[in-house]
């Protein structure tokens, strides 16, 4: 009998990755193997995003082309999961209608039972039950052979209810998975030669806050630190107003806590920010970023920030670009607002014209390219630590590696390094890149 193939496509977010990843786990136990080529998969599965408008479209245009390929196979199995699922339910079958099911984002766990359903009987399957346990969380999707990074889902959820976002509406309440299911996870993952987890949730700072048996996100990190494959530890995402001075002092204690954080700031207006209902001023956000780089000088700092919210002025853009002048962040993702069904922002009423929101977007991102070309040419002639983690996309003798700040270094160097430890000097910086020439494998060094 012919393979059984299955196609995955993932939009969106580092959770909606590892969602994916998830999905790809249970299908291989159901005997499917994963292909790049979606013309010959006997079952395709699109995980949505809904965060921003764009994600919508362009998961739309893509089932029309695949409806295509049903007509040339009709026994073509069609699924889309994630939040743009949750969030349309059964909606979708009527917007699409060669798709056979709908699973949301809590019913991961439930695709061999859908999946068996629709074999048996070819009918339609919506799945969008909030389900209050961790079943999908707890997947274990076993990481390529080759991989030295995996992120670790700890907590799904989110209860902050930012105004424009509507991830707590389609993702649920804050839930946190269990410290001891974490860390047998993390030692398995070690085992099979992870050397960097990244732990995934919409609020990390809020850890073990349903758990009632004293975790905290600071705690979970030390203890991860313990297990000894584990050569680096990040996280993400972190809200700005719960970073807790415990959690900003364990970027100076512990060795193995990555040197960067990801701290969306969303807006420099505190007018804005309070619109959004985020929960701290800018004066409070840069308190922290000082005092981040006072006790860890070398860290890099990332964030995601929104123009053109409802009501944003000139002038509360014009706070946002002297904010981003003042904090110089590393590199950041930005976003024009996009309005949002359910969200407590769709009701505000004066909307910025869509060109507005470009045009602010556009010097935004231009005032970014310099600061992060700036904050990378710094580090140029400096020893950096990376952990390889393959071969660069650029030049097959190349390896490439993060430094501990997340930016990328590209170098000549021999697979053998891959996994490893090394000491790079930056020899050039780009915007997206920096490159560098091996000093030292410090693992060797370690030997020796
Ligand atoms: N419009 C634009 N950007 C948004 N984000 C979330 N919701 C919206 C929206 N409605 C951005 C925020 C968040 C990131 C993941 O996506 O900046 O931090
Ligand atoms: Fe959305 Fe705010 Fe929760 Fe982030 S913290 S997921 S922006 S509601």
């Not at 999961?81 to 917007?95: D, E, P, S, W």
Request: aromatic share 6%; with cysteine; proline share 2%.
């Amino acid at each position: 009998m012919r393979n059984k193939y299955f196609y995955i496509q993932t939009f969106g977010c580092q959770m909606n990755v590892h969602d994916s990843e998830q999905i790809a786990a249970l299908l291989a136990a159901e005997g499917y193997e994963q292909s790049s080529n979606m013309n010959i998969a006997d079952l395709i599965i699109l995980n949505t995003c809904s965060i921003r408008e764009k994600a919508e479209q362009k998961v739309l245009s893509q089932l029309g082309r695949i409806e295509k390929l049903k007509k040339q196979n009709p026994g073509l199995i069609i699924g889309v999961g994630g939040c743009l699922a949750q969030h349309l339910g059964t909606k979708f079958h009527k917007k699409v209608r060669s798709l056979d099911f709908v699973f949301g984002t809590h019913s991961i766990h439930l695709l061999p039972d859908i999946i068996a359903s629709i074999k048996a009987e070819r009918k339609k399957i919506t799945e969008i039950d909030f389900h209050k346990s961790l079943m999908s969380l707890n997947i274990f999707a076993e990481p390529s052979k080759d991989a030295i990074s995996s992120f670790m889902t700890i907590m799904q959820g989110c209860n902050n209810f930012c105004s424009y976002c509507v991830v707590p509406y389609l993702r649920g309440p804050e839930i946190s998975r269990p410290i001891k299911d974490i860390l047998e996870e993390t030692k398995k993952l070690a085992d099979l030669g992870i050397r960097e987890v990244t732990l995934l949730g919409q609020n990390v700072n809020s850890y073990g806050k349903n758990l009632n048996d004293g975790s905290n996100f600071t705690a979970l990190i030390k203890k991860i630190a313990e297990i000894s494959g584990i050569k680096r530890i990040r996280f993400t995402t972190s809200h700005p107003r719960d970073l807790s001075l415990e959690l900003m002092n364990c970027f100076a204690e512990e060795e193995k806590l990555c040197r960067h954080i990801h701290l969306p700031v969303q807006s420099g207006s505190n007018r804005i920010l309070s619109l959004m209902n985020r929960g701290y001023t800018i004066e409070e956000y840069i308190k922290k970023i000082d005092y981040l780089r006072k006790i860890t000088p070398e860290i890099s700092i990332t964030s995601d920030i929104i123009v053109g919210f409802p009501g944003e002025t000139e002038k509360d853009y014009q706070e946002t670009i002297d904010m981003m002048e003042k904090i110089r962040f590393d590199s950041t993702f930005s976003f024009k607002y996009s309005e949002r069904d359910g969200t407590a922002a769709k009701k505000l009423k004066e909307k910025v014209l869509e060109e507005e929101k470009l045009r602010r977007l556009e010097v935004l991102q231009e005032l970014q390219n310099r600061h992060t070309l700036e904050k990378n040419t710094a580090l140029e002639g400096s020893i950096q630590e990376l952990l390889v983690e393959g071969r660069s996309k650029n030049s097959e003798s190349d390896l490439m590696g993060r430094t501990s700040s997340w930016k990328i270094v590209n170098f000549k160097g021999e697979s053998d390094l891959i996994g490893k430890m090394v000491n790079v000097k930056v020899l050039k910086a780009y915007l997206h890149s920096l490159r560098g020439k091996i000093e030292s494998n410090q693992e060797m060094d370690n030997v020796n």
